[in-house]
């Protein structure tokens, strides 16, 4: 499966509004240097996620973007589908009416298991896992 730019850069723009749920807006600005997001796209990437119903913006000086939605609301899929739109690589060529077609079972089963996966991961299971100490690396010679 591939990300594009467009659906990293939102998950992280994301991200960063997760760790800073209820505590208001965040500015664009803020966030793209904390994320390491040219602003101009981080400005396109907010307005899908703003039109989407996830992220609400507020203009002015003490404007920014905050979530509309509690982290454990939003899940990773929500986030791709809103910015890549639906994944329709995984099955190009459907099967014919009147046969099975084995190798078309493969791909959607591949992309239903993908897509379970990123529907099981929310913005809130992302903050668990940057909560969690990273273990100290395991060095063999």
Known sequence: MRVSSR??????????????????PIQSRDIAARRRIPEAYLHQVLGALGRSG?????RGPQGGHELIHPPSEIT???????????DRRAHPHPPAADEPDIVH??????????CDYL?????????DRARQPNPAGTYSI
């Open 119 to 127: 529907r099981s991961i929310t913005l809130e299971t992302l903050l």
């Open 105 to 114: 079972q493969v791909w959607h089963g591949l992309q239903q298991q993908s």
């Open 54 to 58: 996830l992220v609400r913006s507020t």
């Open 7 to 24: 659906a990293d850069y939102g998950v992280r723009a994301l991200f960063d509004l997760a760790e800073r749920y209820g505590q208001g």
């Open 76 to 86: 990773i899929l929500d986030a791709l589908e809103i910015l890549d739109g639906p």
